[in-house]
T-cell receptor, first 117, second 115 residues
Framework: AQKITQTQPGMFVQEKEAVTLDCTYD???????LFWYKQPSSGEMIFLIY??????QNATEGRYSLNFQKARKSANLVISASQLGDSAMYFC??????????????FGKGTKLSVIP | KAGVTQTPRYLIKTRGQQVTLSCSPI?????VSWYQQTPGQGLQFLFE???????NKGNFPGRFSGRQFSNSRSEMNVSTLELGDSALYLC??????????????FGPGTRLLVL
């Protein structure tokens, strides 16, 4: 079974500082995709960044980067220069094949990030 | 390009009633997935549709059903509502949902409250 673990229920960061949100995953599949989503209080899940299991380089998207350590099965999200608008829930998710050519996204429990002015 | 839209955004029902939620995917996307989000269980996969066919189903009772139309719009139905069905229901679309690298884009969700 696939599993995503986010061990930090809540995090605080000072505005303009960098913050790392932890994510570890468990799968026996050699092929998988790792995603981070942001969910503001409005509810919509916003896609932030993707990392494939075969990617050699860490993914980056603007202020977001993914610290991918395959041997440790970790995919931490790093947000640089935090902004007040970054305050939200952050979810790590893993996409694997669930059989017969179909795929499923498994989510962690999330980390609530609060940015302090 | 317009994002994923879901209607209605908020809904209040009573136990025993049924409800239908609607999702319009991003233009050109042919795959739609549904998720239930609750404080206790987190985000759980309900089902996914591609080309009007259900390709995958999560571990939910038969009271939860869905369908997809030829224009890729999807509806989700919950019959005989229970208090525990109160949740945020999220719809996500992607191009064809093939491959582990396919990104799903989510709508704003429908908040369902069952009294």
């Amino acid at each position: 079974a696939q599993k995503i673990t986010q061990t930090q229920p809540g995090m605080f960061v000072q505005e303009k500082e960098a913050v790392t949100l932890d994510c570890t995953y468990d799968t026996s599949d050699p092929s998988y995709g790792l995603f981070w989503y942001k969910q503001p209080s409005s509810g919509e899940m916003i896609f932030l960044i993707y990392q494939g299991s075969y990617d050699q380089q860490n993914a980056t998207e603007g202020r977001y980067s993914l610290n991918f350590q395959k041997a440790r099965k970790s995919a931490n999200l790093v947000i640089s220069a935090s902004q007040l608008g970054d305050s939200a829930m952050y979810f790590c998710a893993m996409r694997t094949e669930s059989g017969a050519g179909s795929y499923q996204l498994t989510f962690g429990k999330g980390t609530k990030l609060s940015v302090i002015p | 390009k317009a994002g994923v839209t879901q209607t209605p955004r908020y809904l209040i029902k009573t136990r025993g009633q049924q409800v239908t939620l609607s999702c319009s995917p991003i233009s050109g996307h042919r795959s739609v997935s549904w998720y239930q989000q609750t404080p206790g269980q987190g985000l759980q996969f309900l089902f996914e549709y591609f080309s009007e066919t259900q390709r995958n189903k999560g571990n939910f009772p038969g009271r939860f059903s869905g369908r997809q139309f030829s224009n890729s719009r999807s509806e989700m139905n919950v019959s005989t509502l229970e208090l525990g069905d109160s949740a945020l229901y999220l719809c996500a679309s992607s191009w064809q949902l093939a491959g582990f690298q396919e990104t799903q884009y989510f709508g704003p969700g429908t908040r369902l409250l069952v009294l």
